[in-house]
């Protein structure tokens, strides 16, 4: 919902003197009014609350401070790595790339900005916000949904408003009766900005009202270029270039203040370096206010001006605002829930935020710039980028075969054409921008073909699928690759992370095994179900624990469970999580783990055991826990669905509530780590709807305990799939009995065909567990080893 | 000629000892024997020796040294705009991109060198050799001819060959029968290099054979870049690659030595960054040479591979270098000269020179990099950069539309693109890879597009053609254009160089007249021909020179005809060579000059006037001095054939020889200064066939006297063009009479029509003046105020 109605109150006593003259800020229409944008925009949420429309590849938003790396303490720097943080009081302007709930960043690609009276250049402090062009402003008078921005920068007295459509950025300034104003253009501005991280920039004015730009940056991903038409409303009164390098070699130097004969110094508007500024100012604009459109391109300044005319080739912010918000309806309304307002706030909030990325990343007449570095010209798919795999396979990626199915084949070919084009003949691991970054472990595209494919997405080369998986999973230079198949696991004296990237490889093993058992491969299928229970040889009978075995067949000398430090064994975990990451065979953990009653008390003693202060301090980026349990990091989410495997989804039931309760609110800081790009909104949409993927390709997912009253999913096949839960309240968190389409379900999993036949699964809700629901072996979630 | 004849003797008594195993150095074919490619190597003539075919893209060159700059005196700088300066003696490696004969400099792309035995990765100094990797060398042990350079690396017991097709360079090493070898490639390596020249450059290898790799450098132009493919004959044994990048981002910092679990910092055989080398290690060298063929484009590294799978599908160096070699002689043979053996070598070696540049910039499949930064297709011309304007427009442009005229409509085609693509709306005025320098004065491209099109050059967009002079030449915001129409001149208190401008305009505007008469547009004609006349309106009767005026009319006070100082009124001459530059209206300048005596007198007073030590150390950039008379500047230029003007051609006739005798050789330090692009040497071809193109547009030629004996060109047309002079001789320097096909020549002047009709003009040279010939009125060539 708006924030202005939650502040209406405070506006009236706002200290702060506005002459108001902008317009009302809009309500929002249909499920978009239950979004609040700012929810995960504190704490560690690393969300944004600007401007998107549905997988966009502008993200307009403001950002609030960018620490400088190599100047700022590292936890600064990661707080901002979405640009806005909750907690801070001062803008520096807008920019029109943002990461959504990454735990590393980088883009911010052109910052503008609003001014009134002095210009200054820099952007100045958080401390200190009169020491630059920033502006105070106050979560009072600011406001978002989906689509749309607003904020009054409170020392300019200019209201900001944003929107945009899938390419094109648009502002709308009010300067409340100012006449003069300025833009301010700030081309060094960057995420996870760091001196030197701007490789080459040029911006030149082309007529009275445009601007061309170009940026090429060197963070997270190296050489990123990024091309931007400015479109200013009103006729540029006067510009000025500012260019802060060392000017090391251009001619200006050598001849002081003194005119050489050529035009480049003289009257040309232009302006090319390492550190660019342009300072904007216009007349007039007492009346009306000042819209500015930006139009980004990867490819070239002709295609960002081609992506500003055809996508926004008028000045109507408001159509823009309402397009936009049409767009997010079209997909929050697939989804009809009833909860109370906060159920409502938080379910809708989550699923805006999974339906960020991954972006478009394609100019309107289909070029793209390709991880090869060439320019192609995408014809017959969209191209996506930004592929957050070891988060976004869990959940996400499944999630969107149902909200955004039409998406999902493109989103595959995006992955195989990176593959076509990738030097090393790998699929996707983390890229974004024509970028690989190689940020964690495991080669999970693998798992979101395999589970889109079994779902029946088709429309995408499957030939070259299949060469993609067979490259990337035998791939001779990728990390151990060559280890794991020599042994059986990977030897932590080859790699570090050893225990964790054996345990990915088998899940991802059991994905491909099922994609090819699909395509009729029994050979490949057999192959790949043999790789699949190499989980085995990373787990350590003695401790009960998985553990770092090294090439030699001796396990790790130096070893305790709940440790997980960097370059350790594991990934953002440690033993005792990681010794559940099994997804495709619990039932096999099981049993190396004692039975389901010992598998009970050692998922309870995750939970439950309390992690000393110390501990927590060592550990790497951990966060969201529950005991040891860790929501903030992805090898968790699944695991309170395993007491299900174990006959006991009872269990279950209770913690999804526990984690619910305390680990998710409707507030800033209401994410319990980073969104991850979805991954952690993803999680919530699954849990709160009562079932989860737990091993994605599997076509199951295990039923935990429905957290809305009701949920009905519109699918692409025309039908309907509708969850209720009438009796759930505080009390009424376990299940007592569920029907499927008016037939007892007696199985604690549902299965994709379940849902895509449509019709209604309907919970009876208890305050005591019905042990019996759920406990008969045969109605166990099914896992590999029991040969399926 | 090959210098390996001239060092015959020295070779035997070389005191270093080479096992001399490669092939012998080859003959050449044809009229490319006479080439010496080292004429104008030494002193400041800034040509390279390396292998080029006719305007191609690729100039394979040696380095010599690369002074950086912001490190070393300017002076050292300077002498290496070209890589290569004869005076050095060691070779640090061959690059791909060289400037020919420029006063400034950028390029350098791409140095490779072979090495044995120890891998150093520093060039080292000059000084001491063993400080690096670069190599002794001697001019005994070094050959070039047309399309071929071979030199033998001392210090390594290495020779080197170097061959090139348009697009790609061809290197063949001769380890001598040593086994083990290395190539280096040096990515930070530069022409003019300088701290941070280097924006961005990766660097990959794509298989046994091949490597990929991007550079772009900001240097004259700025953010260029150039895409490179690499082939090796024998595979790579071994390849390290080394980062010199402070290294501030990347994730191998924080790690220390540790290996990190991704790709990136592993298996990948590939680096990126600011300073980047590669060391390629190969076996199996003592019984063949390696063979190293490099692609380059503008465009893309897909191109760069294109260009290189096309151009050179095959490992045989002998048949690029023999097709490069009759490349050249389909050129050098349209001439037949004959003379003594200096005079041939010193013709044909100025015919090559002016047939290195504009050069093809341009991929196989048509692409090409325009000024807008944007990729092009194309199609319909072959694309040319490197546009020398203001030196070439005089005698260079006039020269290729009889030696090359298949090119002529591609190359105005290509500047009518580059105004196109310019957001300026201006045609070239020292543009080269897809930018503009802004570098010296005037908009001689006019000088170029009228000077074909009158010549019945019409295969270009005649109507862009029309559009483009009259943007250029009405520029708001170039230059001075708007005070120079508005005062008929540019003042000097406007800006620097204001003589200089207001003259070369006025010559460009006469230009202009011409096209524009041709196209039948005679209102524009005659405002073209009025502005032809503002060379009077800075011509200061008192003194007799043209000299600065300000904004309100007053003559520049601090005035001394001999000074030519930087950011004065004049560019690159003085108020005394610049007084003389009317090349459309000399009957004009001699009748404010005083009358035919006088302008005799003046003439004289320029060449016998010696400049004091102290002037000429003053005098930017100027050289070729006979007494005031500067050869080395394209000011002067045309300045000895305005006696003829006076109706005293005999006194053209001496100063011809005159300044063939003093400042031309066929030496290393043979050329009077800069070659720049072809202008010098085209003066020296035009000299030495008798005529010469005063102003262009004119199609009239001013007669000097013929240096050669016989000159036959070759014309489009089929027929053929005969310059005869068989009594010349070190006396006979004055013609007595001449014969139009038979028939008695009267005129100090022939026309183009006179050269496209062929056939046979004939000079009987004498050992005195004959002061009768082209002395009455209507025999000297025709001025524009003469009313032609």
Chains 1, 2 share one sequence.
Request: proline share 5%; net charge negative; aromatic share 12%.
């Amino acid at each position: 919902m708006l924030r202005q109605l939650l502040s209406a109150a405070m506006l009236t006593a706002s200290v702060i003197s506005i002459n108001l003259q902008a317009n009302e800020i809009p309500e929002s229409k249909g499920n978009a009014k239950w979004v609040d944008p700012f929810i995960g925009t504190g704490g560690d949420g690393h969300l944004f609350p600007g401007a998107v429309v549905p997988f966009g590849m502008v993200q307009l938003s403001p950002d609030t401070d960018n620490p400088m790396r190599g100047e700022s303490p590292q936890p600064e720097i990661y707080k901002r790595c979405a640009g806005y943080h909750y907690d801070d009081h001062t803008i520096m302007g807008f920019s029109h790339t943002h990461f959504s709930g990454t735990g590393h960043s980088d883009l911010g690609d052109l910052l503008i900005t609003p001014i009134t009276g002095e210009v200054k250049r820099d952007p100045g402090t958080l401390m200190d916000p009169d020491s630059g062009y920033r502006s105070r402003f106050s979560h009072d008078r600011e406001w978002a949904s989906p689509g749309f921005y607003a904020v009054d920068l409170l020392d300019y007295n200019v209201r900001a408003e944003l929107t945009a459509t899938a390419r094109v950025g648009v502002h709308r300034y009010h300067f409340n009766g100012q006449d003069k104003g300025h833009v301010l253009l700030d081309l060094t501005s960057a995420i996870y900005n760091f001196k030197h991280k701007v490789l080459w920039s040029d911006i030149r004015q082309i007529d009275a009202h445009t601007l061309v730009a170009y940026r090429s940056t060197n963070g997270w991903a190296e050489n990123r270029p990024m091309y931007f038409a400015i479109q200013f409303s009103k006729p540029i009164d006067q510009i000025e270039f500012i260019n802060e390098d060392d000017k090391r070699y251009r001619c200006m130097d050598c001849l002081g203040n003194k005119k050489h004969s050529t035009i480049e110094n003289t009257a040309v508007k232009r302006a090319a370096g390492k550190a660019l500024k342009v300072v904007t100012s216009f007349t007039g604009l007492e009346d009306s206010p000042l819209l500015v459109k930006v139009g980004l391109s990867a490819v070239s300044r002709k295609n960002a001006l081609l992506n500003l005319e055809t996508e926004v080739p008028h000045w109507d912010f408001d159509k823009v605002r309402e397009q936009a918000q049409l767009e997010w309806n079209n997909y929050l309304n697939k989804v009809d829930v009833e909860g109370t307002r906060v159920q409502r706030r938080q379910f809708y909030t989550a699923l805006y935020h999974a339906l960020q990325a991954p972006n478009i990343y394609q100019d309107v007449n289909g070029q793209y710039l390709g991880l090869d570095g060439e320019i192609h010209d995408g014809k017959g798919f969209e191209h996506y980028t930004l592929f957050s795999l070891w988060d976004t396979y869990r959940a996400l990626h499944p999630l969107l075969t149902y909200i955004a199915p039409e998406r999902v084949s493109s989103m595959i070919q995006s992955m195989l054409v990176h593959y076509q084009q990738s030097y090393e003949k790998m699929l996707p691991i983390w890229s974004f921008h024509g970028h690989e970054t190689w940020t964690m472990i495991g080669y999970h595209a693998v798992s979101v073909i395999s589970d889109a494919y079994l779902k029946g997405f088709r429309d995408f080369d499957v030939a070259l699928a299949k060469e993609a998986i067979l490259s990337t999973s035998n791939n001779p230079i990728y990390d151990a690759i060559p280890e794991y198949k020599q042994f059986g696991y990977v030897p932590f004296d080859v790699i570090p992370e050893s225990v964790s990237i054996t345990l990915e490889y088998a899940y991802d093993d059991f994905a491909i095994a099922r994609f090819f058992e699909a395509l009729g491969d029994s050979r490949l299928a057999k192959t790949y179900y043999a790789r699949a229970m190499n989980y085995k040889n990373v787990f350590d009978k003695n401790s009960g624990f998985v553990r770092g075995k090294d090439s030699k067949g001796n396990w790790e000398s130096d070893f305790n469970p709940l440790e997980a430090k960097y370059m350790g064994s594991f990934t953002e975990g440690n033993a005792k999580q990681y010794s559940f990451y099994v997804p495709h065979d619990v039932a096999g953990l099981i049993e190396l783990m004692g039975g389901d009653d010992q598998f009970e008390s050692r998922l309870d003693a995750l939970f439950d055991t309390h992690l000393s202060d110390e501990m927590i301090k060592e550990h790497e980026d951990i966060a969201g826990l529950i005991g040891n349990y860790a929501h903030g990091n992805e090898p968790s989410h699944h695991i309170a669905y395993l007491y299900n495997y174990a006959g006991k989804p009872w269990r279950t039931q209770e913690r999804i509530r526990q984690i619910m309760d305390t680990l998710s609110s409707d507030k800033p800081d209401g994410l319990a780590g980073n969104d991850d790009v979805g991954q952690m909104s993803a999680w919530y949409l699954f849990s709160a709807m009562g079932f989860y993927p737990v091993a994605p390709g599997d076509l199951s997912y295990a039923i935990g305990a429905p957290q809305v009253k009701k949920a009905s999913v519109q699918l692409a096949n025309g039908k309907q799939f509708t969850i209720l839960a009438p009796s759930l309240s505080n009390q009424n968190k376990y299940i007592g009995a569920v029907k499927l389409n008016g037939k007892s379900l007696l199985r604690s999993y549902i299965t994709h065909e379940d849902i895509m036949q449509g019709g209604v699964i309907e919970f009876s809700m208890t305050d005591r567990p019905n042990k019996q629901w759920g406990n008969a072996p045969k109605n166990r979630p099914i896992s590999l080893s029991q040969g399926e």
